[in-house]
């Protein structure tokens, strides 16, 4: 799922620019340099390709002319889902309006970020100059590299992780479209004390941008609770041996040992705590909803509850036609699928409101007032900070029988 740093940064950038038109068809050309279309989900990539325009796309959008949305996102390394995941979420979205928003032709393409901050920050630098708007970067850690590069352009970004700190920096472009960590741990924490009896905590985090920052506003969210952290622990991503530090959290007295990573790490981390015998309980994020988590962890992820924004089994109206969009195009209903949807309606409503050219400034101006009330990660609007604002923001699942469950919203 969703957002981290460091190798583990997540995010998905989306950066739209102009398409060139050919000159005789009316169709548009290869995107900007150092970039690719974006295959179809489940369709082969073009063997060949034509070589890519030199000419910078202009950053503002003439009336009529296409539109082409640029994900920047993990398409390789450990999280290479997550990109794959965003990418189908846009698709669905604009095959709703047939790819076409107030007479832009919308177009989709790609480039891998590898959930690495320094690939990130490269990413950025190829489209800094011409690009319209970001949505993007799952990868938290990569939002955090690169924020500084995309504000200081004017360019707006359309956040697609869940770490809260980038939306505290004063950055007037910024839009996160999941709901920030801030609100997701809040709502954990108040679901565990009330349900669970849980207010003593220790803490067991990766050591990326997502995994530190999380940690962080976790402890934030349980001192606000009048709850205790008894402890911290950290680790690497990759690392395989994690029994030591599990033995020594079920030994300090907490009530819950609570996991902020990334889901290929917590499979692991829940599967050699079921082998050590660790009884105190154990709750996770929202990557614990991925097939990789839930393959790596097996059984011993049963009856573990977790935060999301999104899961299946929600009675929300948007979530049944969402799911079946998703599982008629062979999809995985993650929460990187209903994010990249999610950017999708938001990018439709903000178009849509601009009469004329579409400048940086003027869209950036129409997201600020975007109010989506029903989308498959629930109602969509935004404060002066970019921050989500809203009520019934988090989703509570658990592990039943090998599957996540929708538990509660909140």
């Known amino acids: 799922m969703k957002r981290h740093g460091s190798a583990l940064a997540r995010w998905t950038a989306v950066a739209v620019s102009?398409?060139?038109?050919?000159?005789?068809?009316?169709?548009?050309?290869?995107?900007?340099?150092?970039?690719?279309?974006?295959?179809?989900?489940?369709?082969?990539?073009?063997?060949?390709?034509?070589?890519?325009?030199?000419?910078?796309?202009?950053?503002?959008?003439?009336?009529?002319?296409?539109?082409?949305?640029?994900?920047?996102?993990?398409?390789?390394?450990?999280?290479?889902?997550?990109?794959?995941?965003?990418?189908?979420?846009?698709?669905?979205?604009?095959?709703?309006?047939n790819n076409q928003?107030?007479?832009?032709?919308?177009?989709?393409?790609?480039?891998?970020?590898?959930?690495?901050?320094a690939a990130a920050v490269q990413q950025v630098a190829k489209i800094v100059d011409s690009a319209l708007v970001v949505v993007g970067f799952p990868c938290s850690g990569n939002m955090a590299a690169a924020q500084a590069s995309l504000e200081s352009a004017g360019i707006p970004h359309l956040f697609l992780g869940y770490l809260s700190d980038v939306t505290e920096t004063g950055d007037q472009t910024i839009f996160q479209v999941p709901v920030g960590d801030k609100v997701l741990r809040a709502g954990l924490i108040a679901f565990a004390k009330s349900n669970l009896s849980i207010t003593k905590w220790a803490v067991l985090h990766d050591t990326s941008g997502y995994g530190a920052?999380?940690?962080k506003n976790f402890a934030a969210a349980a001192a606000a609770a009048g709850d205790t952290i008894v402890t911290q622990a950290t680790y690497n991503s990759g690392q395989k041996d994690f029994t030591g530090t599990l033995l020594n959290l079920d030994k300090s007295g907490a009530d819950a040992i609570d996991l902020i990573g990334y889901d290929s790490d917590l499979g692991l981390i829940?599967?050699?705590?079921?082998?050590?015998?660790?009884?105190?309980?154990?709750?996770?994020?929202?990557?614990?909803?991925?097939?990789?988590?839930l393959n790596a962890a097996g059984d011993a992820a049963n009856n573990q509850y977790f935060e999301s924004s999104f899961l299946p089994g929600d009675t929300m109206p948007a979530i049944a036609p969402f799911v079946a969009k998703v599982q008629a195009a062979n999809g995985e209903l993650a929460d990187e699928t209903a994010d990249g949807y999610a950017a999708g309606l938001v990018l439709?409503?903000?178009?849509?409101?601009?009469?004329?050219?579409?400048?940086?400034?003027?869209?950036?101006?129409?997201?600020?007032?975007?109010?989506?009330?029903?989308?498959?990660?629930?109602?969509?609007?935004?404060?002066?900070?970019?921050?989500?604002?809203?009520?019934?923001?988090?989703?509570?699942?658990?592990?039943?029988?090998?599957?996540?469950?929708?538990?509660?919203?909140?």
């Open 101 to 117: 928003v107030n007479g832009h032709q919308i177009q989709v393409v790609t480039a891998d970020d590898q959930c690495s901050p």
């Open 213 to 215: 920052g999380g940690a």
């Open 270 to 293: 829940v599967k050699q705590a079921k082998q050590a015998g660790i009884k105190t309980q154990i709750v996770g994020d929202v990557d614990y909803a991925t097939k990789v988590f």
């Open 18 to 97: 102009v398409g060139v038109l050919a000159s005789c068809t009316g169709s548009a050309t290869t995107p900007p340099s150092g970039n690719t279309p974006a295959p179809a989900p489940g369709s082969a990539a073009p063997s060949t390709q034509a070589a890519p325009s030199t000419q910078a796309a202009p950053s503002t959008q003439a009336a009529g002319a296409p539109i082409t949305i640029q994900l920047i996102a993990p398409f390789s390394s450990f999280a290479a889902s997550f990109g794959t995941d965003n990418q189908l979420g846009l698709k669905l979205a604009f095959d709703e309006v």
């Open 348 to 410: 439709i409503q903000a178009i849509k409101s601009i009469q004329g050219d579409v400048t940086r400034a003027n869209l950036a101006a129409a997201l600020r007032q975007v109010n989506i009330s029903e989308s498959p990660i629930g109602a969509i609007s935004f404060d002066a900070s970019g921050a989500r604002v809203g009520s019934n923001l988090v989703v509570i699942g658990r592990i039943v029988n090998g599957q996540p469950t929708f538990v509660a919203r909140l």
